[in-house]
C-alpha cells in the first residue's frame, strides 16, 4: 500500500450502522432456490413408486368393495407425505446451515478493527482489505492498492487480469472490463497484489446481481457409493416386478381363474412388490450425507463437497502445513542475531532494554513490514519492536513510504523504500536469509558463516528470517530490488507454538492407520524440532523442496514412502508430492490456504482448506473446509467420515434384512396355496417403522468406541461386500423361517383361525424387527452393551411400533382392518421369544467374531 505507517485509515461503518444498513437494504447475496413446500413434496411423492403402489391397492380395493381397506391405505398417503416432509425438512435445514457457513468471507473494517465476516454480511459502505487469492463479496471502489490484478472473467469472459488503480473520489462505478478502472466486482477474483475498498453495491446491486448469474462452482463427480446404491435400488426393482408377476399368476392360477381371483392375485403381486422395493436407499443416503455433514459443520468442519464425507474413512495419508494448522499461527520474535551476536526474547517478552547493537536490526525489520500488518510474523516483529525502541530514534513515523517491491516466486523477500523527511532514501529488505544474502550479494565464506547461524537457530525449532538495508534516490527508485545495493544487518528468529491437542491427535492418526506429513516452508531443522515434539514418524528422515524438484518421478515414489516431513516446500511442489502419494496407492488428503495451493487440493483425494487464513481460490478447489485452522479438527473430520460411512452401512444392511422376510412371507404363502400372511395393509405398517429407523435411528447412533484403531477403508472394495450381504441375508432368513413356522403350527397344528394365526405371526415379526434394529446398532458390540449406548430416536421408535400393534390387535376397528385376531399375553410372550431368538446367532457371532464385520 502507498500510505505511511501513520496515515488515517479508512473509519469503515460501526456496526450498528452495518446492521441498518443489512436491515433496509438485505444480505449481500443473491436469491437463492425456494424452500419446498407441501406441494412441491407432494408432486415428488406421486412420483415414487411407494406411492404409487398405495395408489393402485387402495383403488383395487375400492373396485372389490372393501372401503375400510381401501381408506386405511389411502391413509397411510397422509402418513408417508408427514414423513418425507419431516425427513425433507430436516435435510433443508441441515443443507441451509451449511449455505450459511459457506457463504465467502470478507475483512472488512468495522468499529476501527479489522474483522472476518461472513460474505453475506458486508454492507455497502463497509471497507474491505482485498489480498492476493480472494473473492470480491460486493462492488467497490478501490481506495488504496500495490500491483493489484483482477481476474475478471466471470464476468467479462476476458481470462487476462485487469491491473486496478486508486479511486479519484469523484467518478462514478463504470461496467467492468479495461485496465486502470478503480473499481471491483462481486464475484471477481484478486489474482495479485493487495488493496483497500470501500463497497458500493451489494447483493441484486451488483453487477453479477444484475444480471442474474451466480457464481460458478466447480463441478462434483457422482460419489462411487451413490451409484452403488442406485444400481442395487435397480436390480431389486426388476426383481421385485418379476416377482409381482409371479405372485399375480400363481395366485390366479390356483385360487380359481376368475376375475376375482385375478384382482386379488394383482393384489398380491403389488404387495410383492411394495415387500422387495427398497425405496428407503436413496433417502438414508441423501439424508445420512446431508446430516453428517451438518454435525461435521458443528465441529468447525464444512464440507463442500459430499463425496468426501465417504472418502474420508479411506484416507492413508494427511499432508498437513505446520504454520497455523499444527502451531497457533501467533508467533513471537523470540531471538536475534546481528554481527555475530545473540540475543534471547522469552516468551513473555523482552525483559529489560535492548542492547543497543541490535536496535538497527529492529529498526529496519519494521521498515520491511506493513503498517497495519495481518500476517502473525510482521505483527510480532511490529509489536515487539515498537516497545524494544519506544522513546528512540529508530521509530520513523514520519517517513514516507514510496514504494513496495512485492515477493515473488523467483525471490523469497520483499522490500519497503522510504523519503525520509530530510529527502534522503532508505530501503528496508525482509526475507528468507538465503534470498536477503542474494540481494547482499555478500561473499562466499560470509555467507556460509551466516547460514551457519541460521541453522542453528533452526535447530533451536524457530522460523529465520534476513534483514538488510540500502540507500536509494527515492525520485529515481528501479524496477527490480537487485539493483539496490543491500547491506546485510542480521537475522530474526520467531516462535509459533504447537496447538496443544496435535502430540495427542498425531497419535490418534498413528492408531487409526492414516500417516501424518507435514510440508513446511521453515528450515530443515526447524522442521525436526517440530517433527520430533509433535511424534510424528521418521522425524529424522526429511525431504526439501530443492531434493524434490531434483530427482525423478521414480525416486520421488520410492523416497516418499516413509518420509513424512518436507521442509522448504513451495505450494507448487505439492502438487507434485500428491501426484507421487497417489501413484503409490495413497488415498490422499492434503491442506493448504494459499492461491497456489488449489492444483494439489483439486488434485488430493480429500482438498481441506483452511477457512480462517485460506483464499477463497482454495476454499473453492477444496472438498472440505476447516472454519478454524486446527489439526484437531482434520482429526475430527476423519472420525466423523468413518462414523457417518459406519452407520450407512449399518442401515443398509438393516434394509437389506428386513426387506428379506416381508418379500418372503408375499412370496412363500402364494407357492404353498397358504393363506396370505401379509396385504398390502400390513407392509406400509412396516414401511411406517422401516423409514424412520433407519434415517433417523441409525443415523444418530454414535461412534463405535474402536473407530479410530481400524485401517482405513479399502476405496476399492464395495460398500455392500459379499459379507454384509450374506450376514443380512442370514438375519433375514431366520427372521422369514420363524415366521412361517409360527404361522403354520398355529394354523395347521393347534387349529386357529387365519385372523389368529395371522396377528401370530405380524406380531412375531415386529417384535423380530424390534430385535433386528438393536442387533445392528452394533456389529462389534453386544445388545446389552448397545443398550447402554443414548439413542432418544430409537425408543421413540420402537414404542411408537409396539403401541401402534397393540391398537391393530386389540382395537376392533382396527384389527378388523389388517385381519388380526386379538391375542393372548401367553402368544404375545411366545411371539416375543420367538422374534427376539431369531438374532441370537448373529450376537453369538459378534462375541466370537468381533472385528470380522468392522
Known amino acids: 500500500m502507498t500510505s505511511a505507517p501513520n496515515a488515517e485509515q479508512p473509519r469503515g461503518l460501526t456496526t450498528a450502522e452495518a446492521q441498518q444498513r443489512l436491515g433496509d437494504e438485505g444480505l449481500n447475496e443473491l436469491p437463492s432456490a425456494s424452500r419446498r413446500g407441501w406441494v412441491r413434496i407432494l408432486l415428488e411423492i406421486v412420483k415414487e413408486p411407494m406411492f404409487l403402489l398405495l395408489l393402485a391397492c387402495g383403488t383395487l380395493y375400492l373396485i372389490l368393495g372393501d372401503r375400510e381397506e381401501a381408506l386405511m391405505l389411502l391413509g397411510f398417503v397422509g402418513v408417508v407425505i408427514s414423513i418425507t416432509y419431516y425427513q425433507e425438512k430436516r435435510t433443508q435445514n441441515a443443507l441451509e446451515a451449511l449455505r450459511d457457513l459457506s457463504s465467502p468471507r470478507a475483512l472488512v473494517r468495522r468499529d476501527g478493527e479489522w474483522i472476518r465476516i461472513a460474505g453475506r454480511d458486508v454492507a455497502r459502505g463497509d471497507v474491505m482489505m482485498l489480498s492476493e487469492g480472494d473473492r470480491v463479496p460486493a462492488d467497490a471502489v478501490v481506495l488504496q492498492c500495490t500491483n493489484l490484478h483482477v481476474d475478471e472473467s466471470l464476468l467479462t469472459g476476458e481470462s487476462v487480469p485487469v ?31 493487495q488493496g483497500v475498498a470501500e463497497v458500493r453495491g451489494t447483493g441484486l446491486r451488483t453487477e453479477i446481481g444484475k ?72 433417502v438414508v443416503l441423501t439424508i445420512f450425507m446431508a446430516m453428517g455433514a451438518w454435525r461435521m459443520s458443528q465441529n468447525q468442519v464444512l464440507t463442500r463437497r459430499m463425496p468426501a464425507i465417504e472418502t474420508l474413512g479411506s484416507a492413508t495419508v494427511l499432508c498437513v502445513d505446520k504454520t497455523g494448522t499444527l502451531t497457533m499461527n501467533k508467533m513471537t520474535v523470540r531471538k536475534l542475531a546481528a554481527s555475530g551476536e545473540y540475543v534471547h526474547i522469552p516468551a513473555t517478552g523482552l525483559p529489560g532494554v535492548l542492547p ?41 513515523e514520519d517517513w514516507q513510504l514510496e514504494r513496495e517491491y512485492p515477493l515473488s516466486r523467483q525471490l523469497l523477500a520483499l522490500s519497503h523504500a522510504w523519503q525520509m523527511h530530510s529527502g534522503d532514501g532508505r530501503v528496508a529488505a525482509k526475507g528468507a536469509p538465503e534470498a536477503i544474502l542474494d540481494l547482499c550479494h555478500m561473499p562466499q565464506a560470509q555467507q556460509q558463516l551466516i547460514m551457519k547461524q541460521v541453522l542453528d537457530m533452526a535447530n533451536d525449532g524457530l522460523r529465520v528470517l534476513g534483514v538488510a538495508r540500502a540507500s536509494c534516490d527515492s525520485a529515481d527508485l528501479p524496477d527490480n530490488q537487485h539493483d539496490f545495493d543491500f547491506k546485510f544487518i542480521g537475522l530474526i528468529g520467531l516462535a509459533d507454538p504447537l496447538r496443544a491437542t496435535v502430540p495427542a491427535a498425531v497419535a490418534q492418526c498413528h492408531h487409526a492407520g492414516v500417516r501424518v506429513v507435514m510440508i513446511t516452508g521453515d528450515y530443515p531443522g526447524t522442521a525436526q524440532s517440530i517433527a520430533r515434539e509433535i511424534g510424528l514418524q521418521h522425524p529424522n528422515r526429511i525431504i526439501t523442496g530443492p531434493e524434490l524438484e ?15 516431513v518436507f521442509a522448504r516446500m513451495v505450494p507448487e511442489q505439492k502438487l507434485r508430492l500428491v501426484q507421487a502419494l497417489k501413484a503409490n496407492g495413497e488415498i490422499v488428503a492434503m491442506t493448504g490456504d494459499g492461491v497456489n495451493d488449489a492444483p494439489a487440493l483439486k488434485n488430493a483425494h480429500i482438498g481441506i482448506a483452511m477457512g480462517e487464513r485460506g483464499t ?31 452407520n450407512i452401512r449399518k442401515a443398509m444392511g438393516y434394509i437389506l434384512a428386513v426387506h428379506v422376510p416381508i418379500a418372503g412371507l408375499c412370496l412363500i404363502p402364494v407357492l404353498l396355496r397358504w393363506p396370505l400372511i401379509l396385504q398390502p395393509v400390513h407392509i406400509v405398517f412396516l414401511e411406517l417403522i422401516i423409514d424412520p429407523t433407519c434415517s433417523i435411528v441409525f443415523e444418530g447412533e454414535p461412534e463405535e468406541a474402536d473407530i479410530m484403531d481400524r485401517p482405513p477403508r479399502d476405496p476399492s472394495k464395495p460398500t455392500f461386500s459379499s459379507r454384509l450381504v450374506l450376514t443380512s441375508l442370514l438375519q433375514g432368513l431366520g427372521i422369514l423361517v420363524a415366521v412361517l413356522i409360527v404361522f403354520g403350527l398355529g394354523f395347521y397344528e393347534r387349529g386357529l383361525t387365519e385372523s389368529d394365526s395371522r396377528g401370530l405371526a405380524f406380531t412375531t415379526l415386529i417384535f423380530a424387527n424390534v430385535a433386528l434394529i438393536l442387533t445392528n446398532r ?53 411371539s416375543a421369544a420367538v422374534g427376539t431368538s431369531t438374532i441370537l446367532w448373529f450376537e453369538l457371532f459378534k462375541a466370537l467374531r468381533p472385528k470380522a464385520l468392522a
Open 550 to 564: 531434483a530427482m525423478s518421478e521414480e525416486e520421488v515414489s520410492n523416497k516418499i514412502r516413509d518420509v513424512s
Open 616 to 646: 477463497d481460490v482454495a476454499r473453492e478447489s477444496a472438498a472440505i473446509v476447516l472454519l478454524k485452522d486446527d489439526f484437531n479438527s482434520i482429526v475430527t473430520a476423519v472420525r466423523m467420515g468413518r462414523r457417518t460411512f459406519d
Open 356 to 396: 543497543e547493537r541490535f536496535h538497527e536490526l529492529v529498526e529496519y525489520s519494521i521498515l520491511a513490514c506493513e503498517a497495519d500488518p495481518f500476517d502473525p510474523m510482521e505483527r510480532a516483529i511490529l509489536d515487539m519492536g515498537q516497545g524494544a525502541l519506544k522513546g528512540t530514534e529508530h521509530l520513523h
Open 163 to 193: 491491473r486496478k488503480a486508486e479511486w479519484d473520489g469523484k467518478s462514478e462505478m463504470e461496467r467492468p472490463g479495461g485496465e486502470d478502472l478503480p473499481t471491483v466486482y462481486s464475484g471477481t477474483l484478486i489474482v495479485s497484489g
Open 778 to 830: 452394533s456389529w462389534t458390540h453386544s445388545i446389552i452393551h448397545t443398550l447402554r449406548t443414548p439413542n432418544k430416536s430409537l425408543w421413540w421408535v420402537i414404542a411408537g411400533a409396539l403401541s401402534v400393534l397393540a391398537v391393530t390387535l386389540y382395537v376392533p376397528f382396527a384389527s378388523r382392518l389388517f385381519k388380526m385376531a386379538a391375542q393372548h399375553p401367553i402368544d404375545i410372550l411366545i
Open 211 to 282: 444480471i442474474g448469474k451466480a457464481l460458478q462452482t466447480l463441478d462434483t463427480e457422482k460419489p462411487p457409493l451413490q451409484r452403488e446404491v442406485a444400481n442395487l435400488v435397480r436390480d431389486m426393482g426388476l426383481a421385485g416386478v418379476g416377482m409381482c408377476v409371479i405372485v399375480t399368476i400363481v395366485f390366479s392360477l390356483t385360487h380359481g381363474n376368475n376375475p376375482i381371483a385375478w384382482q386379488r392375485g394383482f393384489l398380491s403381486g403389488l404387495a410383492m412388490a411394495m415387500g422387495v422395493l427398497p425405496e428407503e436407499f436413496p
